[in-house]
């Protein structure tokens, strides 16, 4: 007996061994999450010094009656001098910048001329789209770029939450807002500057970014770790580092080159984690991608928009709104069908910080139609082509739609969607495609065969915003495995736990399988016919 | 019968924990594969590669052991027997036929374990070994030393896991195969087995070779420090002319 309890203690021994590693494993968790974060380039809430900033209200250049919105910029800029020179080089500004596509050379691309998948493109409807500039008065290709009274200094930095826009005013506030109050209650950007706009891109809350919305006001800390009133509280400029009004950051939708970004190491540095093998993966994964497992998280966004259905009236001829289940615009006369989703499992792609954009004189090579791309593969390192940075695997919100396009001449129709009266050949007014192509594509000069059919696009949009706690964030399971992983899609690399070779594993299967066999065979065979030449036994002879 | 010290404290200390790494590296090993979830993929990694760590730590020491003892030519590969060898476990063991190699000092292992130990030792293992270290150091292709993908390592690394389980396998069968069910066993839990009359008068005659040896350079008598010579004190000159 004694002997078959050594034999089973030397097999089981090795269990018990590494049943005392994986606890150990376990405690060195809880002892890693009591770590300070750290941090580089900001300096905690808690432990700034509180600075008196300058009282607007005490200069008598404010206090005065203010005719208009441009007399306010007039006051603004005789004490900041030449701001308005920093604020004309901006994309904010310009809604274009010069940017390098591969293969189409410098090109300048913004909101200005881009078309995406949402609202199309804001030419020949300038005057509702404005309402998102950072000027007076764009209402058509005739606004004075260079006029710097038509710079809207407010939207930015109103401290009262009071300065509104007018709908379809081309940019300038509401005839209620008390400009003089505003004015004398200026200061640094804060989320509501930021977030009337970018959380309210296409027309409604969330719809664009999927990881930009108004729950960030005020958000626990399940939605974003770094916003969170319960918490941090960060503005957006903490991350978005402003000097002389050059924002930090750019989305993909609308830029191209890897420059002027934010990024998670420029506060958690390259190795956040305390852990090689985690702090490894940083050279191919974006933070985002683990800790952003989810977006939409606090408010749903739009996944899909069908254009193609737009125009229908009800009985009395006007347009209608059909809300889905949850509240959301399933369908309205002016856009089409919507579907809307909430805690959403992005997409994953290869990103190396460069992307490529379909322009609306570019001709239709595939479909769906690439709105924009995102470059990158396990095999491009950075430093061997365009991008000076590895490839990195990147989440990504893919938003698909299907819009107006010209199937003679090949190339995506910019329409005409907005203008304030009727008979202007705007869609959202008269709902008629066909004249709402004439227009949009005259206004662009550009050609427009007169036939126009819907296609199938797609537009990326890398995730960044509302990382979650990091008890949330994926763990090495949610890839690592055989089945439904996250990068069950990327197959452009070998990924330990989710590859296998399949032939090797059927050798090595059988291998095992069959020295089992033998073995029990062998052994079968050996007590039976240790019995039956039991005399045989040389040692008892 | 007698019995004889076959193998020496090192060998033993060196046998049990090596099983106990490659237990632990299989176990975690086939969970990073995807093949079960058992401890966690987290900690199964972990876990591999600090155990890689102390294999490859133990198995510098052995290799320095095996050379300075000269206890590497135990693995020389011969045809000697072997044929006898194959031939004993296909059938001469289901007559209770006995072992055509006898165990020696100077030859521990039959043929067949001089060739499978051998080729874990010189194939297999320094396979794993390299393979899980380039896993290891460049698992994601960065600048300078670099691999275009992981694929051909990790296959050849899954392929050696199998073939070392498959060896567990048979091993853990055969230990059973000797003189007892468990002599083999016990063998190599205290280093002594017993062995026949026949093969225990070739052991003396080793010992009593080597012990020639070592009467005849004297002058070297204190850098042979032979483990044997310390166990087998009755081998001396006047024996031996008895």
């Known amino acids: ?541 | 019968m007698k019995k004889a010290y076959l193998y020496k404290a090192y060998e033993r200390f060196w046998h049990w924990s090596q099983s106990t790494l490659v237990f632990i590296l299989l176990i975690t090993g086939f969970e990073i594969h995807s093949s079960y979830i058992l401890i966690g993929y987290e900690s199964a990694v972990a876990i591999h590669n600090i155990t890689a760590w102390i294999f490859l730590v133990l198995t510098i020491f052995t290799i320095f052991w095996h050379i300075t003892s000269g206890e590497w030519r135990q693995y020389l590969p011969t045809t000697v027997n072997l044929k006898a060898q194959i031939q004993f476990y296909v059938s001469g063991i289901f007559k209770n036929a006995p072992h055509p190699a006898g165990k020696t000092l100077l030859s521990k292992l039959n043929p067949l374990q001089r060739i499978v130990y051998g080729g874990l030792t010189v194939l297999v293992f320094p396979v794993m070994f390299l393979t899980g270290f380039m896993y290891y150091f460049f698992h994601f292709p960065m600048q300078g030393v670099e691999l275009a993908s992981l694929e051909v390592i990790a296959v050849l690394h899954t392929l050696g896991a199998f073939c070392i389980v498959a060896f567990v396998i048979v091993h853990l069968y055969l230990m059973t195969t000797g003189r007892t069910i468990t002599s083999n066993f016990q063998a190599m839990v205290t280093g002594w087995e017993e062995i026949d009359e026949e093969d225990s008068m070739i052991i003396e005659s080793e010992m009593a070779e080597s012990a020639r040896a070592l009467i005849k350079s004297s002058n070297g008598k204190d850098r042979l420090k032979q483990p044997w010579k310390r166990k087998q004190k009755t081998v001396t000159e006047e024996t031996l002319q008895d």
């Open chain 1, 1 to 541: 007996m004694k002997k078959y309890a050594i034999l089973s203690l030397a097999l089981f021994m090795p269990l018990f061994i590494i049943a005392l590693m994986g606890g150990q494993g376990t405690e060195d968790e809880e002892v890693a999450e009591e770590k300070e974060l750290k941090l580089v380039n900001y300096v905690l809430k808690a432990k700034r010094v509180n600075m008196e900033v300058v009282d607007h209200n005490k200069f008598e250049i404010l206090q005065q009656k203010f005719k208009n919105a441009h007399t306010v910029t007039e006051a603004c800029l005789s004490c900041h001098t030449e701001r308005h020179t920093e604020i004309m080089e901006t994309s904010h500004w310009k809604w274009e910048r010069d940017e390098v596509l591969e293969g189409k050379g410098v090109v300048s691309l913004g909101k200005k001329n881009i078309l995406n998948n949402f609202c199309i493109g804001v030419s020949g409807s300038e005057g509702t789209c404005t309402r998102c500039h950072i000027g007076y008065g764009w209402k058509d290709k005739s606004f004075d770029f260079t006029e710097k009274t038509n710079i809207d200094c407010l939207i930015c930095h109103d401290n009262t939450g009071t300065y509104k826009k007018e709908k379809g005013s081309a940019g300038y506030p509401k005839a209620s807002v008390n400009l003089n109050y505003v004015a004398s209650n200026v200061g640094s950007p804060e989320r509501e500057n930021c977030g009337v706009c970018h959380f309210w891109g296409g027309g409604g809350n969330n719809v664009k970014h999927g990881d930009l919305d108004q729950a960030m006001l005020d958000c626990s800390r399940e939605v974003d770790v770094h916003m969170t009133t319960d918490g941090e509280n960060m503005s957006c400029i903490e991350c978005h580092v402003t000097e002389n009004h050059n924002i930090t950051g750019k989305v993909f939708a609308l830029s191209s080159e890897n420059k002027n970004r934010v990024s998670c190491e420029q506060c958690h540095t390259e190795k956040p984690h305390g852990d090689n093998i985690l702090d490894d993966h940083l050279c191919r994964i974006a933070c985002q991608t683990c800790h952003i497992p989810y977006y939409a998280r606090a408010n749903p966004t739009k996944m899909i928009w069908d254009w193609s259905t737009a125009g229908r009236l009800d009985e009395e001829g006007h347009p209608m709104h059909q809300p889905d289940a949850d509240g959301n615009h399933k369908y309205m006369s002016i856009k089409g069908h919507f579907i809307w989703d909430d805690n959403v499992t992005p997409e994953y792609f290869w990103f190396n910080g460069i992307a490529n954009h379909q322009l609306i004189e570019d001709k239709i090579e595939s479909v769906p139609v690439q709105m924009n791309s995102l470059d990158g593969s396990y095999k491009d390192k950075g430093f061997c082509k365009k991008s000076i940075n590895p490839s990195k695997i990147w989440p990504v919100k893919v938003h698909r739609g299907r819009q107006i396009y010209d199937p003679v001449n090949n190339t995506l129709i910019q329409p005409k969607l907005w203008d304030k009266e009727k008979g202007e050949g705007a869609y959202w007014v008269d709902f008629d495609w066909g004249i709402a192509a004439q227009k949009g594509m005259d206004y662009l000069d550009l050609p427009y065969s007169g036939e126009y059919d819907f296609v199938e696009t797609e537009m990326y949009w890398p995730l960044n915003h509302q990382v979650a706690p990091k008890e949330q964030s994926l763990k090495c399971i949610d890839c690592h495995t055989r089945k439904g992983g996250r990068l069950a899609s990327l197959g452009d690399f070998y990924l330990p736990g989710r590859d296998h070779k399949a032939g090797i594993e059927i050798v090595g299967i059988l291998l095992i399988i069959s020295s089992l066999i033998g073995v029990l065979i062998h052994a079968v065979y050996r007590t039976i016919s240790g019995k039956k030449y039991e005399n045989n036994n040389y040692l008892n002879n």
